[in-house]
């Protein structure tokens, strides 16, 4: 370490140097008064370099510093706890409060297997709101249509940006209650921070005009993207950070990753998927601690938005340039997808007496439903549609179905106008917008041609399927609001396809794609 010492000692010699140069060959106009603007404008420009070299010379420090502890630990044999965050001696610089708490900067980790080397981890941070949680649609969004591949490597971590335990408590049980499959996989974890982590608020400078209790908010949502981004740091290859009141676009994961692929020869500090403030912003994760370390340093100061365009002026606007040369610099360090792939949907802002009605114009409309060409059939159903929202339209790939409440023993038939000989099915109950409308405890069966397939299947010899009621056997089950699947060979044709439901439901139910394959 004490080479990179010397290394910074040096560093600030050559920039005492370079200032004492500027002064020492500044022009020598008649002018005494221009002369001395000049010499006041150079000095202001050095002033503006050194600040950025020291920056990223503090930055360099940190790294190795966390490097040498690593190796330290690894020389010993010790590993560093999977519990704490990364980077404490630089957080610590900035969060003084913290320096007689040893715990302060460590993760309570409520749900989750530890999953880690994935390419993408999305950050959702979450707050107490007064009117309504968007937390639960946020992520049930997010997972609509992420196919089994993709799920791999993924990991969505919710950051419960909160101290009060009966509240932590209550976010953890109602997402393992709505989402269990998920968070036993490990794609979803709950966090929470220290109940030190936090400073004392009450002390904050009023700037621009924002109340004390505003510019309380937005320092302790500073904290909040902090302690998510260090804790998500060394899970995955790419972050990105959303909120927990927004919708995704449909197809987003696979959007995201060709326009990573895209961009990769190219020089970015982050790619934005939406134009709304902090949201859909996507970052290395390698740069995660750079970004900390900037937002840490002035989290008293300025909004979060604010501080991501003054680490692009930092990086990429020459002091001697105008502003029409920074954007253009800036805009090359920015890349933004087009259409916006996240919507922000919430009204009720976290901060208290907040409407928050900001919409991403470049979102576009939604993708309600996925239309699909089936074979002929007759549709029949005990379930009561709403509007204009029918069987019939969604079977034919007009729209999406929409009905009342389903009770037990309501069913959907799929009468085909021939006997076909069918290779897979697909049924997806709700949409982006309304995912939570889904089938529960409900089977995909199917009604055999051949009397014989029917009974080879209540004698057990076919084990693809179980004896179902009216001659249907069953062939596959709605999980997660999906039923997919091929039917075995062995049944031969089938003359229809049932959707029988088990239990009665609290929620109207959604049909947004239905495929036949034959």
Same mark, same amino acid.
């Given at each position: 370490?004490?080479?990179?010492?010397?290394?910074?000692?040096?560093?600030?010699?050559?920039?005492?140097?370079?200032?004492?140069?500027?002064?020492?060959?500044?022009?020598?106009?008649?002018?005494?008064?221009?002369?001395?603007?000049?010499?006041?404008?150079?000095?202001?420009?050095?002033?503006?370099?050194?600040?950025?070299?020291?920056?990223?010379?503090?930055?360099?420090?940190?790294?190795?510093?966390?490097?040498?502890?690593?190796?330290?630990?690894?020389?010993?044999?010790?590993?560093?706890?999977?519990?704490?965050?990364?980077?404490?001696?630089?957080?610590?610089?900035?969060?003084?409060?913290?320096?007689?708490?040893?715990?302060?900067?460590?993760?309570?980790?409520?749900?989750?297997?530890?999953?880690?080397?994935?390419?993408?981890?999305?950050?959702?941070?979450?707050?107490?709101?007064?009117?309504?949680?968007?937390?639960?649609?946020?992520?049930?969004?997010?997972?609509?249509?992420?196919?089994?591949?993709?799920?791999?490597?993924?990991?969505?971590?919710?950051?419960?940006?909160?101290?009060?335990?009966?509240?932590?408590?209550?976010?953890?049980?109602?997402?393992?209650?709505?989402?269990?499959?998920?968070?036993?996989?490990?794609?979803?974890?709950?966090?929470?921070?220290?109940?030190?982590?936090?400073?004392?608020?009450?002390?904050?400078?009023?700037?621009?005009?924002?109340?004390?209790?505003?510019?309380?908010?937005?320092?302790?949502?500073?904290?909040?993207?902090?302690?998510?981004?260090?804790?998500?740091?060394?899970?995955?290859?790419?972050?990105?950070?959303?909120?927990?009141?927004?919708?995704?676009?449909?197809?987003?994961?696979?959007?995201?990753?060709?326009?990573?692929?895209?961009?990769?020869?190219?020089?970015?500090?982050?790619?934005?998927?939406?134009?709304?403030?902090?949201?859909?912003?996507?970052?290395?994760?390698?740069?995660?601690?750079?970004?900390?370390?900037?937002?840490?340093?002035?989290?008293?100061?300025?909004?979060?938005?604010?501080?991501?365009?003054?680490?692009?002026?930092?990086?990429?606007?020459?002091?001697?340039?105008?502003?029409?040369?920074?954007?253009?610099?800036?805009?090359?360090?920015?890349?933004?997808? @087009? %259409? *916006?792939?996240?919507?922000? #949907?919430?009204?009720? /802002?976290?901060?208290? $007496?907040?409407?928050?009605?900001?919409? !991403? &114009?470049?979102?576009?409309?939604?993708?309600?439903?996925?239309?699909?060409?089936?074979?002929?059939?007759?549709?029949?159903?005990?379930?009561?549609?709403?509007?204009?929202?029918?069987?019939?339209?969604?079977?034919?790939?007009?729209?999406?179905?929409?009905?009342?409440?389903?009770?037990?023993?309501?069913?959907?038939?799929?009468?085909?106008?021939?006997?076909?000989?069918?290779?897979?099915?697909?049924?997806?109950?709700?949409?982006?917008?309304?995912?939570?409308?889904?089938?529960?405890?409900?089977?995909?069966?199917?009604?055999?041609?051949?009397?014989?397939?029917?009974?080879?299947?209540?004698?057990?010899?076919?084990?693809?399927? @179980? %004896? *179902?009621?009216?001659?249907? #056997?069953?062939?596959? /089950?709605?999980?997660? $609001?999906?039923?997919?699947?091929?039917? !075995? &060979?062995?049944?031969?044709?089938?003359?229809?396809?049932?959707?029988?439901?088990?239990?009665?439901?609290?929620?109207?139910?959604?049909?947004?794609?239905?495929?036949?394959?034959?």
């Amino acid at each position: 370490m004490r080479s990179w010492h010397g290394k910074l000692l040096l560093a600030t010699g050559f920039l005492g140097c370079a200032l004492m140069l500027t002064i020492w060959h500044a022009p020598q106009p008649d002018n005494i008064s221009l002369q001395l603007d000049l010499m006041y404008e150079r000095l202001l420009r050095a002033e503006q370099r050194g600040e950025v070299l020291s920056y990223e010379l503090r930055n360099v420090l940190g790294h190795l510093q966390n490097l040498n502890s690593s190796t330290a630990a690894k020389t010993s044999g010790q590993s560093a706890p999977s519990d704490s965050l990364p980077f404490q001696h630089n957080a610590l610089l900035y969060l003084p409060h913290l320096q007689q708490q040893k715990d302060g900067l460590k993760p309570i980790i409520h749900l989750g297997q530890g999953r880690s080397g994935v390419s993408l981890v999305l950050g959702v941070p979450t707050v107490h709101r007064e009117k309504q949680s968007y937390l639960v649609n946020t992520l049930q969004s997010l997972l609509f249509d992420v196919s089994p591949a993709e799920r791999k490597e993924i990991l969505i971590v919710v950051f419960v940006a909160e101290t009060n335990a009966a509240f932590v408590n209550g976010v953890v049980q109602s997402v393992q209650n709505n989402l269990p499959d998920d968070v036993s996989s490990g794609m979803i974890e709950v966090i929470s921070p220290s109940p030190y982590y936090y400073p004392d608020f009450t002390d904050l400078k009023e700037t621009f005009g924002d109340s004390k209790e505003r510019v309380r908010w937005r320092t302790k949502q500073n904290l909040d993207y902090s302690f998510l981004m260090l804790y998500a740091q060394d899970k995955g290859s790419y972050y990105i950070q959303l909120e927990d009141d927004i919708v995704a676009k449909q197809g987003y994961s696979e959007s995201m990753k060709a326009f990573v692929q895209q961009e990769l020869s190219q020089e970015w500090l982050y790619l934005e998927f939406s134009q709304l403030g902090f949201i859909g912003k996507l970052f290395r994760s390698s740069d995660l601690p750079m970004f900390v370390e900037f937002i840490l340093m002035f989290h008293k100061d300025k909004p979060i938005d604010w501080l991501l365009d003054h680490m692009l002026w930092v990086k990429a606007c020459n002091p001697e340039k105008d502003a029409i040369h920074c954007n253009v610099a800036k805009a090359r360090l920015k890349r933004t997808y @087009k %259409p *916006s792939l996240f919507q922000h #949907v919430g009204l009720h /802002s976290s901060l208290q $007496g907040k409407m928050q009605s900001l919409k !991403d &114009k470049d979102f576009g409309k939604q993708m309600l439903f996925k239309s699909h060409s089936n074979p002929s059939a007759e549709i029949s159903s005990s379930l009561t549609h709403y509007q204009t929202y029918s069987l019939e339209r969604a079977y034919r790939g007009e729209d999406f179905f929409w009905g009342l409440t389903p009770k037990k023993d309501d069913y959907i038939i799929i009468k085909f106008t021939e006997p076909q000989t069918v290779k897979g099915f697909l049924f997806r109950s709700g949409n982006i917008e309304t995912n939570g409308d889904r089938f529960y405890n409900t089977t995909v069966e199917g009604l055999p041609v051949s009397s014989s397939v029917n009974e080879r299947v209540k004698k057990g010899e076919l084990p693809c399927c @179980k %004896p *179902s009621s009216d001659g249907y #056997v069953v062939i596959g /089950s709605f999980k997660n $609001g999906l039923a997919a699947g091929d039917v !075995d &060979k062995d049944l031969d044709q089938l003359s229809a396809i049932r959707l029988l439901v088990h239990t009665d439901s609290d929620v109207w139910v959604l049909l947004s794609e239905i495929l036949i394959k034959v």
